[in-house]
C-alpha cells in the first residue's frame, strides 16, 4: 500500500469521522461507506458521495440522454468539448461509467475555465472541499498541469480521493497534511478537516459541490475562515449547494446563511444550470410527472441548488 494510503488508513482507523466536523447527516450515513482492509488491498464501497461505476452497458444509453438533456447549456461553454474529452479518457483510466457524477465535473471545469480566460487568471493552487470518489480534483490535476491540489474531506472519503489520484496519476506526488508527514512539495495533499489551517499558502480556486449542504454550521465556519485567510486578488471561490436542506438532526443548511459578506466580489450567482436534473435507470419518488404519470429514469434533485462564484474578501 502507498505510504500516504497506510498513514491515512491509521487516521480512519483511529477517528474516521471528527465529531466536531461531522454532522448528523455523515453521522447516520457515514457508516454506509466501507473503508476496509484486506491484507495489503482496500476495500472501498462509497454510499451518499456519487455513482461513478456501471456496470451494464446497456445503461450508456441513458448516460448520453442524460447528458443531452443539458445540452443547450454545455453549447454555452466554449470549453466543454475539449474538456469532455478529457473527462471520457480519464473516466476510461478509472474504470468509471460516464454518469452524472462523472460528467458534472467537466461542466464545472468549463465554466471556471471560461471565467478564467475572461479574467485573465492562471490558478496554480486548488482546493477541493467533499470530493467524493475525487474524479474533479484528478480532472483538474491532468488537465492543468502542474498546479497543486489540496484535497480536503472527512478521513473515510479521503480514502476514496487518495485511491483515484495514486490510479490516475501514478507519478504525482501523494502527501497527508500533518505536522508530521506534510511535503510542502507535494502535487496533491490530502486534508482533513481539523488540520486545514496547515495549509500555508495562497488558494486560487476552491470549489465545494454539493457537501455543504450537508455539513454543520461550525464546519462550513471553519471553511470559510481558512479561505478568507488564504484569499487574494485573483482567489475565486465556487460553490453548488442546495438552497436550503434539513439534515437528520433538524437543523437545516441554507446556502444564503453560510458566511458570506456584503464585500464578496460575485461573478456567478444564480440557480444552477446543469443541477436540476439527471437520467438514472432508477426512478426517484422525485421524478417529474406528465399527465399524472411518472417519467421513466428522470429524477429531479431536491430543492433548488444555487451556484455562486466569487472573490472572498479577506478577513
Not at 506526488?173 to 495562497?202: F, H, K, M, N, Y
Not at 454539493?210 to 479561505?227: C, K, P, R, V
Request: overall charge positive; charged content about 20%; proline content about 6%.
Amino acid at each position: 500500500m502507498h505510504p500516504v494510503l497506510e498513514s491515512l488508513w491509521h487516521v480512519v482507523e483511529t477517528d474516521p469521522l471528527p465529531e466536531a466536523y461531522t454532522s448528523s447527516y455523515w453521522k447516520e450515513f457515514g457508516s454506509q461507506i466501507v473503508v476496509a482492509r484486506r491484507g495489503e488491498s482496500l476495500d472501498l464501497r462509497g454510499a451518499q458521495i456519487g455513482a461513478v461505476y456501471v456496470r451494464n452497458p446497456a445503461l450508456r444509453t441513458l448516460e448520453w440522454v442524460g447528458r443531452a438533456s443539458h445540452r443547450r447549456f454545455t453549447r454555452s461553454l466554449p470549453h466543454y468539448p475539449r474538456v469532455w474529452r478529457a473527462v471520457k479518457r480519464l473516466a476510461g483510466d478509472l474504470s468509471f461509467g460516464l454518469t452524472y457524477d462523472v460528467w458534472k465535473p467537466g461542466v464545472i471545469l468549463s465554466i471556471l475555465l471560461q471565467h478564467w480566460e475572461q479574467q485573465r487568471l492562471a490558478p496554480r493552487t486548488f482546493a477541493v472541499i467533499g470530493d467524493g470518489y475525487g474524479f474533479l480534483s484528478a480532472l483538474i490535476y491532468r488537465y492543468l498541469p502542474g498546479v497543486r491540489i489540496y484535497c480536503v474531506d472527512l478521513p473515510k472519503t479521503l480514502m476514496f480521493q487518495a485511491t483515484t489520484h495514486q490510479r490516475a496519476h501514478p507519478q504525482a506526488s501523494l502527501s497527508l497534511l500533518s505536522a508530521q508527514t506534510a511535503d510542502r512539495s507535494a502535487d496533491v495533499t490530502l486534508v482533513i478537516p481539523q488540520e486545514v489551517e496547515r495549509v500555508g499558502e495562497a488558494i486560487d480556486c476552491a470549489i465545494n459541490i454539493a457537501s455543504m449542504q450537508e455539513m454543520n454550521a461550525f464546519t462550513i465556519a471553519a471553511y470559510f475562515t481558512f479561505l478568507r485567510r488564504r484569499s487574494r486578488t485573483q482567489s475565486r471561490f465556487y460553490c453548488v449547494n442546495r438552497l436550503e436542506k434539513r439534515l437528520p438532526g433538524g437543523e437545516v443548511a441554507r446556502f444564503h446563511d453560510y458566511p458570506w459578506q456584503a464585500d464578496d466580489q460575485l461573478f456567478l450567482d444564480a440557480a444552477c444550470p446543469f443541477y436540476h436534473h439527471f437520467v438514472s435507470a432508477k426512478t426517484l419518488p422525485q421524478g417529474p410527472r406528465v399527465a399524472g404519470l411518472r417519467v421513466p429514469f428522470v429524477n429531479h434533485f431536491d430543492g433548488v441548488h444555487w451556484h455562486r462564484l466569487a472573490r472572498l474578501s479577506p478577513r
